[in-house]
């Protein structure tokens, strides 16, 4: 299809419109996708194995956390990894953490949860920390960093 430069089309582009709509991640954004793949290749990857075995042992009833994915929880958290879908807690942008899940995704059973960004529970998460009072916060205390 080709536009015609001077339709509304072509002027949206000619007029810089097209220039606004930027996907490049933040330095911050940056910083945390090239830590996240860093932790999925050092950590997560490595773990898949074990977590399968623990899974198979288990059968269709087992339904507790296996250890492996708490080791994981474990370094996230020390890494910095820990509940990235929080701006707050973050500081990475909506775009930023959406790259993020993308990485995630890779390891489908292992990741999301390691770094505490499964859904459903980070929508609830996000809503009780939208609209969480002080004194609410007080009396549960602090999410765990």
Known sequence: MRVDVNSPLGQLSRSGVSDALDLRLSPRGQEMHHAL?????????PAEEEY???RLAAGFDGHEVRPVVEKLKEEAKRQGLWNLF??????????????LA?????????APEAINGAAPDTG?????SAGSSHYSTAASGPPSP
């Open 102 to 110: 993308e990485v995630t995704g890779w390891s489908l059973h292992l």
């Open 86 to 99: 929080l701006p707050s807690m973050s500081g990475l942008t909506q775009l930023d953490y959406a790259c």
């Open 37 to 45: 793949v860093g932790f999925m290749g050092e950590y997560v990857f």
């Open 52 to 54: 399968h075995a623990h």
């Open 124 to 128: 609830n998460m996000e809503l009780l």
